[in-house]
């Protein structure tokens, strides 16, 4: 068997030598348009910022060592220019030698991944205009950081690259501006939860123009003018250009392989395109969605390396199959981790699901001991069969692992309720008694069982101001006197029981607190009491992040 | 309903609270011996250590903010001393008037937890031997320590309070010398995996005098000797007796209660007793064990408080159903974090489970970005289902997570092979494309599938070495000459297929290289050359570590 593999990185390179593993008699070739393979996509914003220092550590084969191991026969610096499935063969374009030739094959795998979405705008070739995806792109920036000590930068798009890149000309002492059309950072988290993210950014002297336009580039001396289409231009000496990926599929598109949405290859779960062996994976492929079944676009390395080594298992004639991707992914940035899976509101929202919500500022661990840092983590459920969807969660420590552990949740097709027996591992110095997931569930728990009432932060101006609602505030008086909502009345929570002659029972009451927690047992209550109640869900804490 | 809770710790306090968030009206009176409740026993340790500075950090509530907040009557050193189930009352020793009186109920709950288990030997009631239970204690050791200042302490017994309390003394400048019976400290550990932690205690001075047992104590001057049965007694400056608990029981037994292995309580799903009205949680209580369906006693917080809001929800009027405990706990060692979740080989093999595992040393997060740190990961699944039952995690940064994860997979019955699919969410900093567990699964996978065979550290020994086999090492030259198992000879991985007609076709293969993954690539090579080939789990590594 004769195996020719396009794109030598996380699908590639994985399958390449998975197949290896599986037949040690099959001839493999890989072909990869850049001059490495195997290379650390996701490392590539520390090398230009110095975290790491040593070039060799982005990749983690080389071609030598590919065939040393695996017998892989790796060209690096060639381009595969046209597939001939009728005839089983590849057009190769080897970029030094300028040579074009034939190569045929018996299986073809296409892993050519995704390019930086640049859109045709003036000036976008600028020399001082970026974008990031190879090992080259890397080197191209780190030596111009090096070299011209740019002290402005303009980071178009607000994405994982975008952040990264953003912290790492931070960290190097750039002065950095983030600029994109949507109003919020980080697609992946509802608008809320990325309040978070802008306060962090902020934090660490980051310049947001959100819902800003880029119109064009234009060269300035030795600096780059970034246009604007309802504002000034902005000056910078460098630009990053990452508003979002592409699947690289024209290949696949003239060889007339079936497309998927936004240009991407449709494949079957066995990693199977239209067109009998030839395979394809990673950014350049269709999936399913795991939470909503629709077809997807995600762009992530995990969901790449294992599409990898299934399309080998089938490859060699397995049968394995891949059953989607839910999107799990993490961000650090700066002292701050934001993570996701599955589905936010918005995307709850667009696939038209009847969800609900909690959101809770658990501690990532027992706070009697040194260091727990607080988290603010959201949940999503289906309503009626409780289902669990999706979470966002931003904070310090633990926050990769909460979000790990909800995403094998959602994996085994978990109600939002099993959440309160998860048997977690806890210790003082790792977690509390009640993990913050666990927490989450009985919150959920609560909602569904009719034990309590929300409204949202958003819902806020919409409270009958008039008189004919009690809107009550059950923090103590100092925190009350430190800021509080318009039209709040503070009884603290410990006072309420001797304060409830003072209310009308006839009035729906609204209650907030600091996090949600406290006006809980409030509402528990009142109702008691015979009160008809609702708390803020997230309490003020969070309404005053979000409204920021 | 009048609701009367006994003890007021992680079961009792818990259910208390939710007792009143489910029923304002209810009359709740939580009678506790010592003279705190909602204490933090896990803290316990960390505050004799110093880590924990504040003694009101230590509890969560107080008498009187658990009536300030929740109009829960607590009475403290108050001892229940009897229960009278026929005529629903309870007998009341008040510790401090001496007085005793009697209490109706229409509900009762039994949270009197465990206590250190003291076996009847001479001097055990020195006043240099010390428990660790309540907060009374942990005054009592800290000014002991404070005041006496110990140069040399004996801990007898290695479990988590044992450990724990040698890390606070080490980090004090005690000098510790750990002794017991079992030949392994941490029994959640397999005694394997249980070599890195004895590692790790002794690279920071700890002395372990493990398969010894103690007969006694006799106070010598101003210190304490520790009387052995085989060995001279140890001499010391304070002695802590953390061999184990024993559930707190005599009151339930004295009552008629059903109780259940080692004198715990017997409870039904709904944490009631046997006897109508009465309900009992925590670790006084047998559970059944989430993985093998067998009774238990599993004595950790997490299940502690999620049974009594479950005994909360049930009091109440309600179903809630405790669905069994897996056991996950997680310890903090020096540096090292120590983790388990369901069953390990000894509690398979005592259950007739016939299962199979896998051992590798994954990195926490991916190797090219800074600070990474390899684990020391084992997990145990059935036979024939290949249904998780058990994993177990020794090192650094991550390893809370990765249990976490497992304990979820547990809990949602996965099999071992769904572990491959899970979508984690991976960025440099936190993870690798590949995470540890889904490595786990491929390793499974691998098993399962028959591409590999292993064999285990045990069976070295009793390899053929009389030439009837080939014993192959794949390591590099360098790695070989630094240490090897005699009998192996050295071909490196990436020479192997030069030197295959060196082999004999007809000889089985048992290779070895440093962690299992290059054996395993050896042996898939060498399976489809033509030999019966099988590799040694966790390596070279594994092997010296356990062996040492
Ligand atoms: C800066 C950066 C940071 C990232 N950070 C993360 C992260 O933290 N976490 C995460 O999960 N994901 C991250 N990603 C995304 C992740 O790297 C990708 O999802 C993953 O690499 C996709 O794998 P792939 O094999 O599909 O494509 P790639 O890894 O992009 O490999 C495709 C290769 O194919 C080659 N190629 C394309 N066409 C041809 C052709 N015609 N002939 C020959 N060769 C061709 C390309 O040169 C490329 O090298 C990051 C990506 C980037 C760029
Ligand atoms: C030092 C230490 C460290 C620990 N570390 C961890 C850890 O890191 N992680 C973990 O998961 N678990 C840990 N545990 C175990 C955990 O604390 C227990 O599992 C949990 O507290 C059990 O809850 P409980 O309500 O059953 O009993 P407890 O919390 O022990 O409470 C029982 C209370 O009942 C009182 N009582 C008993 N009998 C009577 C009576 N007749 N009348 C009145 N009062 C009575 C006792 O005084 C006691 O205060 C630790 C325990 C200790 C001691
Ligand atoms: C480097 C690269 C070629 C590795 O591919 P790989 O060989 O499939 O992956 P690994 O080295 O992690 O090894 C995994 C294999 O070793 C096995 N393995 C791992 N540890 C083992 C152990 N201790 N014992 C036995 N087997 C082990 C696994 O089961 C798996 O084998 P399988 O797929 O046949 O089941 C590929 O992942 C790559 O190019 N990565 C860089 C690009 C990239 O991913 N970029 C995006 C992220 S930055
Ligand atoms: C302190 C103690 C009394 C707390 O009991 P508790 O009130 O049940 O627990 P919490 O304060 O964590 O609050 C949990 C409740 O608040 C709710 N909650 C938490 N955050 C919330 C938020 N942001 N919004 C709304 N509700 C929230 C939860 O749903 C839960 O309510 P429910 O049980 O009615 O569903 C008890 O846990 C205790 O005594 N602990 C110390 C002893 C101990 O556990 N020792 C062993 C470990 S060291």
Same mark, same amino acid.
């Given at each position: 068997m004769k195996v020719v593999i396009v794109g030598g990185v996380a699908g590639g390179a994985s399958?390449?030598?998975?197949?290896?593993?599986?037949?040690?008699?099959?001839?493999?070739?890989?072909i990869e348009r850049s001059g490495y393979v195997s290379y650390a996509n996701c490392g590539l914003p520390y090398y230009v910022g110095g975290v790491i220092k040593?070039?060799?550590?982005?990749?983690?084969?080389?071609?030598?060592?590919?065939?040393?191991?695996?017998?892989?026969?790796?060209?690096?610096?060639?381009?595969?220019?046209?597939?001939?499935?009728?005839?089983?063969?590849?057009?190769?374009?080897?970029?030094?030698s300028g040579k074009i030739y034939t190569e045929t094959y018996d299986k073809l795998l296409l892993a050519p991944g995704a390019k930086p979405t640049v859109p045709a705008l003036s000036g976008v070739s600028n020399k001082r205009v970026f974008t990031l995806r190879t090992v080259e792109d890397t080197l191209r920036i780190r030596r111009f950081v090096e070299d011209q000590k740019p002290k402005t930068a303009v980071l178009a798009g607000g994405g994982f690259i975008g952040l990264e890149m953003a912290e790492n000309?931070?960290?190097?002492?750039?002065?950095?501006?983030?600029?994109?059309?949507?109003?919020?950072?980080?697609?992946?988290?509802?608008?809320?939860?990325?309040?978070?993210?802008?306060?962090?950014?902020?934090?660490?002297? %980051?310049?947001? =123009?959100?819902?800003?336009? !880029?119109?064009?580039?234009?060269?300035? &001396? *030795?600096? $780059?003018?970034?246009l604007l289409e309802e504002s000034e231009p902005l000056h910078s000496d460098?630009?990053?250009?990452?508003?979002?990926?592409?699947?690289?599929?024209?290949?696949?598109?003239?060889?007339?392989?079936?497309?998927?949405?936004?240009?991407?290859?449709? %494949?079957?779960? =066995?990693?199977?395109?239209? !067109?009998?062996?030839?395979?394809?994976? &990673? *950014?350049? $492929?269709?999936?399913?969605?795991?939470?909503?079944?629709?077809?997807?676009?995600?762009s992530l390395a995990g969901p790449a390396n294992k599409q990898g080594r299934i399309a080998a298992d089938n490859i060699c004639g397995g049968n394995s199959r891949f059953h989607g991707s839910?999107?799990?992914?993490?961000?650090?940035?700066?002292?701050?981790?934001?993570?996701?899976?599955?589905?936010?509101?918005?995307?709850?929202?667009?696939?038209?699901i009847a969800y609900d919500k909690v959101v809770l500022f658990p501690a990532s661990h027992a706070t009697y001991y040194p260091g727990a840092q607080s988290m603010a983590m959201k949940v999503l459920y289906e309503k009626e069969s409780l289902r669990l969807l999706g979470a966002q969660i931003v904070g310090g420590e633990g926050v990769d692992k909460r979000i790990d552990v909800l995403a094998t949740a959602i994996r085994a097709k978990m109600t939002a309720l099993e959440l309160t027996e998860l048997d977690l591992s806890y210790a003082p110095p790792y977690s509390s008694a009640k993990d913050p997931v666990n927490m989450a569930g009985f919150m959920i728990e609560d909602l569904e069982s009719g034990k309590v009432r929300q409204f949202h932060w958003n819902e806020v101006e919409d409270l009958p101001y008039d008189g004919s609602a009690t809107l009550l505030d059950v923090r103590t008086a100092w925190e009350y006197q430190r800021g509080h909502l318009d039209g709040f009345r503070n009884i603290p929570l410990d006072d309420l029981r001797e304060h409830l002659d003072e209310l009308d029972r006839d009035k729906p009451v609204y209650v907030n607190c600091q996090t949600g927690l406290r006006s809980y047992l409030a509402c528990r209550l009142l109702t008691q009491y015979g009160f008809t109640c609702s708390h803020l869900s997230g309490g003020y804490s969070f309404y005053q992040v979000v409204t920021k």
């Open positions: 399958s390449a030598a998975r197949i290896r593993r599986l037949d040690e008699h099959a001839q493999i070739i890989m040593d070039q060799e550590e982005l990749t983690l084969q080389t071609p030598e060592s590919f065939w040393d191991r695996f017998r892989i026969d790796v060209r690096v610096r060639q381009e595969v220019t046209a597939i001939n499935p009728a005839e089983k063969t590849i057009t190769v374009h080897a970029l030094d000309l931070v960290e190097m002492g750039v002065s950095v501006t983030i600029v994109q059309r949507p109003k919020q950072l980080l697609a992946p988290l509802d608008a809320d939860m990325a309040s978070f993210v802008h306060a962090e950014m902020r934090r660490h002297g %980051v310049a947001l =123009r959100l819902g800003e336009t !880029v119109t064009g580039f234009r060269q300035d &001396g *030795d600096s $780059v003018l970034t460098m630009v990053l250009l990452a508003i979002g990926v592409t699947p690289d599929t024209h290949l696949a598109k003239e060889a007339g392989l079936k497309l998927g949405i936004r240009g991407s290859i449709a %494949v079957n779960e =066995r990693m199977e395109t239209s !067109v009998p062996d030839i395979y394809a994976v &990673g *950014d350049a $492929v269709e999936v399913t969605h795991f939470v909503t079944g629709q077809k997807a676009l995600i839910q999107g799990s992914s993490v961000l650090k940035l700066f002292g701050l981790t934001a993570v996701s899976t599955g589905i936010n509101e918005k995307a709850a929202q667009a696939a038209e």
